[in-house]
């Protein structure tokens, strides 16, 4: 079921009004060149996945969204309805997503699904010459990464991950102090992540039933182990089963990791040593953890603690201090570390306002991302390593010039997992 390998078609960009870019919409439909696109020709976007974060990242587009996908069928009508009254034009609705890519008037798609599809929808839109806005994390087990990040090079196409830490000026401003020796050594870093919300949105257990008629639980599910419908597994909840998704560990843990990898410069690289604990819950209703630790070190000597019940956000710690940033606020003990201004001197690193502008820039100039697929891959295997660590409770050994778990066969098997026929990777 995977889409055979298309010659890979020049993508438009556009302006769009998104951190400060305007879209300005075309004529129709206009052959496409060897040329890089006009500043006024239009990026057209497909939203496939279209509910929680999709509904936001679709709200994004909808100015330019040609076409909405999504298996609940009234999802897809409040998506359609929210892109007819941004834009003035009914969009394409579809409930599968490999007839959104078969269009030849979709350049770029959004891709907001369970974690157990990203993948899946990511290679089979890089093959299809479509470039790609793909959210966090960038995975559900360790292999399928490098296969994203083939496809798109093969394809020369353009892979955002969403984690839109990266366009934050905090975290940007963190990582570059932290990487222009401000705080001297590092010698560990503390990533704090919330506990699971299974409870708050799920409420209680009900047994399993039959799918409601709007949802489409054959293709929900796609590659994931065929189970029973359960309304406790799916939408929302999915992120807290381990055939769809990682836990909080993959959820917050792919932002405030990700920011970790950039401080410590390893966005080609990673851990080489992970270990951790957890706690369940007792009556057993969801299935990734309650609490959970986990301690990462790096080759040069850094630690790296993530877990439930420490600050959120990230906190640096050095010889001369420390920085904590989050989502609101960055902050240095002593205070005068962050009143001290880079200089010209210092790292400056990859400046971005808007994460999803600038994908639509990188669409336009075919540069690479501020969290291309290759930072997205390496970022989401920090937290996949979390999981393996705290699933078989031992010490991993991890090699990341060769991406291979070393002297443990049973946790080497746990970087891949096979799909559910026909479904196939490539």
Same mark, same amino acid.
Request: glycine share 8%; aromatic share 8%; hydrophobic share 35%.
């Given at each position: 079921?995977?889409?055979?390998? $298309?010659?890979f078609l020049r993508t438009a960009a556009a302006s769009v009004s998104v951190g400060g870019i305007t879209y300005f919409l075309p004529p129709f439909p206009?052959?496409?060149?060897?040329?890089?696109?006009?500043?006024?020709?239009?990026?057209?976007?497909?939203? %496939?996945?279209?509910?929680?974060?999709?509904?936001?990242?679709?709200?994004?587009?909808?100015?330019?969204?040609?076409?909405?996908?999504?298996?609940?069928?009234?999802?897809?009508?409040?998506?359609?309805?929210?892109?007819?009254?941004?834009?003035?034009?009914?969009?394409?609705?579809?409930?599968?997503?490999?007839?959104?890519?078969?269009?030849?008037?979709?350049?770029?798609?959004?891709?907001?699904?369970?974690?157990?599809?990203?993948?899946?929808?990511?290679?089979?839109?890089?093959?299809?010459?479509?470039?790609?806005?793909?959210?966090?994390?960038?995975?559900?087990?360790?292999?399928?990464?490098?296969?994203?990040?083939?496809?798109?090079?093969?394809?020369? $196409?353009?892979?955002?991950?969403?984690?839109?830490?990266?366009?934050?000026?905090?975290?940007?401003?963190?990582?570059?102090?932290?990487?222009?020796?401000?705080?001297?050594?590092?010698?560990?870093? $503390?990533?704090?992540?919330?506990?699971?919300?299974?409870?708050?949105?799920?409420?209680?257990?009900?047994?399993?039933?039959?799918?409601?008629?709007?949802?489409?639980?054959?293709m929900w599910l796609g590659p994931a182990p065929k189970r029973a419908y359960n309304a406790n597994r799916v939408h929302y909840l999915f992120r807290f089963?381990?055939?769809?998704?990682?836990?909080?560990?993959?959820?917050?843990?792919?932002?405030?990791?990700? %920011?970790?990898?950039?401080?410590?410069?390893?966005?080609?690289?990673?851990?080489?040593?992970?270990?951790?604990?957890?706690?369940?819950?007792?009556?057993?209703?969801?299935?990734?953890?309650?609490?959970?630790?986990?301690?990462?070190?790096?080759?040069?000597?850094?630690?790296?603690?993530c877990a439930n019940g420490e600050k959120g956000g990230c906190t640096f710690i050095g010889e001369k201090g420390k920085i904590f940033v989050d989502r609101?606020? %960055?902050?240095?003990?002593?205070?005068? %570390?962050?009143?001290?201004?880079?200089?010209?001197?210092?790292? $400056?690193?990859?400046?971005?306002?808007?994460?999803?502008?600038?994908?639509?820039?990188?669409?336009?100039?075919?540069?690479?991302?501020?969290?291309?697929?290759?930072?997205?891959?390496?970022?989401?295997?920090?937290?996949?390593?979390?999981?393996?660590?705290?699933?078989?409770?031992?010490?991993?050994?991890?090699?990341?010039?060769?991406?291979?778990?070393?002297?443990?066969?049973?946790?080497?098997?746990?970087?891949?997992?096979?799909?559910?026929?026909?479904?196939?990777?490539?």
């Amino acid at each position: 079921m995977t889409l055979s390998r $298309r010659s890979f078609l020049r993508t438009a960009a556009a302006s769009v009004s998104v951190g400060g870019i305007t879209y300005f919409l075309p004529p129709f439909p206009r052959s496409r060149g060897a040329d890089p696109p006009k500043a006024s020709e239009q990026i057209r976007i497909a939203a %496939i996945g279209v509910g929680n974060q999709g509904k936001g990242n679709t709200k994004q587009h909808a100015k330019n969204i040609v076409a909405v996908c999504e298996v609940d069928s009234k999802r897809l009508a409040d998506a359609v309805k929210m892109v007819q009254d941004a834009s003035g034009k009914v969009p394409t609705a579809e409930s599968d997503y490999r007839k959104v890519l078969d269009r030849k008037d979709v350049d770029a798609v959004v891709v907001t699904v369970p974690d157990h599809w990203h993948a899946l929808i990511t290679v089979d839109a890089c093959n299809a010459g479509k470039d790609v806005y793909i959210e966090k994390p960038l995975t559900l087990f360790i292999s399928e990464g490098r296969v994203i990040v083939e496809a798109a090079r093969r394809n020369k $196409r353009i892979v955002q991950t969403g984690s839109q830490q990266r366009s934050d000026d905090r975290f940007r401003r963190a990582c570059e102090y932290v990487r222009s020796g401000r705080l001297g050594k590092i010698s560990e870093v $503390r990533v704090g992540i919330p506990g699971p919300n299974w409870i708050d949105r799920a409420k209680k257990p009900v047994p399993d039933s039959d799918p409601p008629p709007e949802l489409d639980y054959e293709m929900w599910l796609g590659p994931a182990p065929k189970r029973a419908y359960n309304a406790n597994r799916v939408h929302y909840l999915f992120r807290f089963f381990w055939d769809y998704s990682g836990g909080q560990v993959t959820n917050f843990g792919a932002h405030h990791l990700d %920011i970790t990898q950039w401080a410590l410069g390893m966005d080609e690289s990673g851990p080489v040593e992970i270990e951790g604990t957890a706690t369940y819950n007792k009556d057993h209703w969801f299935e990734t953890p309650e609490k959970c630790s986990i301690t990462y070190r790096y080759a040069n000597g850094v630690k790296v603690v993530c877990a439930n019940g420490e600050k959120g956000g990230c906190t640096f710690i050095g010889e001369k201090g420390k920085i904590f940033v989050d989502r609101g606020k %960055i902050e240095s003990t002593p205070a005068d %570390i962050l009143k001290e201004e880079l200089k010209d001197t210092d790292v $400056r690193l990859y400046a971005s306002k808007s994460h999803h502008g600038n994908w639509l820039d990188c669409i336009r100039s075919r540069k690479l991302p501020i969290a291309d697929a290759e930072i997205g891959h390496r970022s989401a295997t920090v937290c996949h390593l979390g999981n393996i660590a705290i699933r078989t409770g031992r010490k991993i050994q991890w090699d990341p010039a060769k991406e291979q778990i070393v002297g443990d066969p049973e946790a080497a098997a746990m970087v891949s997992r096979p799909y559910r026929e026909p479904w196939k990777l490539g």
